[in-house]
């Protein structure tokens, strides 16, 4: 019998009074939470998400885990790419950053499969040296249903990408931020008709990411990302 593997999924922290129908009493506790869509994909695609709450530390986790899915969520501290707030930025959890990163570094020394989606595609960018443009309201498209596709991408000839997704797919838009510079070793290989970035991979590691969100789709359940990453974790 094969051992399906563990996926670790990141989520956010929030505090009880975010919490409808939460004891008043308990609006001081925080909790953590990540959308159960994420799961959703990784046990359909044949894994076993496992959630990492922000108060593990990494090392101590990452020899349990076969693989990791960094989602998505709130914006990233632009000090962390050496940039000034500017006045589109929304709240940022700090606590979440570093532990992404720190997550990050012991996943890449295990050269660990890694998706990421939306924050998850920044962050990995972020981690790598790259930078972000903080506010780019068009690609937020939010007055329609998460499922909604909303807009094209084009996925380069020959990624990893394109072997999951064809050369072009149509996909829906939450984000309000995007890559600006790309972080090293990172390769672009999907972008939107205005020329955001939609897409990249690692040159030469197991790490693909989306800007979009292949968890809220109506083909969730069937999408090559999950896939990719839990056949991926199988074989590492």
């Known amino acids: 019998m094969t051992t399906k593997p563990l996926i670790g999924i990141t989520g956010k922290r929030r505090k009880g009074e975010d919490l409808r129908g939460s004891l008043r009493v308990m609006s001081a506790l925080s909790f953590d939470v990540f959308w159960v869509d994420y799961a959703e994909g990784i046990l359909?695609?044949?894994?076993?998400?496992?959630?990492?709450?922000?108060?593990?530390?990494?090392?101590?986790?990452?020899?349990?885990?076969?693989?990791i899915l960094m989602s998505g969520g709130a914006d990233i501290s632009p000090e962390l790419y050496g940039a000034d707030p500017e006045p589109g930025l929304g709240a940022v959890e700090p606590i979440r950053d570093q532990f992404e990163l720190d997550l990050l570094d012991v996943a890449y020394e295990r050269e660990m499969p890694i998706a990421g989606i939306c924050r998850g595609l920044q962050i990995l960018n972020v981690s790598a040296g790259g930078s972000l443009f903080q506010d780019i309201p068009p690609h937020a498209v939010r007055d329609k249903p998460p499922t909604a596709r909303v807009h094209e991408v084009t996925i380069e000839k020959g990624s990893t990408l394109e072997g999951l997704y064809g050369s072009k797919a149509q996909v829906n838009s939450l984000h309000h931020q995007s890559i600006d510079r790309v972080g090293k070793e990172f390769l672009v290989t999907a972008r939107s008709a205005d020329a955001g970035v939609e897409g990249i991979e690692h040159e030469s590691l197991p790490?693909?990411?989306?800007?979009?969100?292949?968890?809220?789709?109506?083909?969730?359940?069937?999408d090559p990302l999950f896939k990719w990453l839990v056949d991926k974790a199988i074989s590492s």
Not at 44 to 67: Q, R, S, T, W, Y
Not at 207 to 222: C, F, G, K, N, Y
């Open 44 to 67: 359909a695609a044949g894994g076993i998400p496992v959630f990492l709450p922000l108060g593990i530390e990494p090392k101590e986790i990452i020899n349990h885990l076969d693989g």
């Open 207 to 222: 790490i693909i990411a989306v800007q979009w969100h292949p968890e809220m789709l109506d083909t969730r359940d069937s």
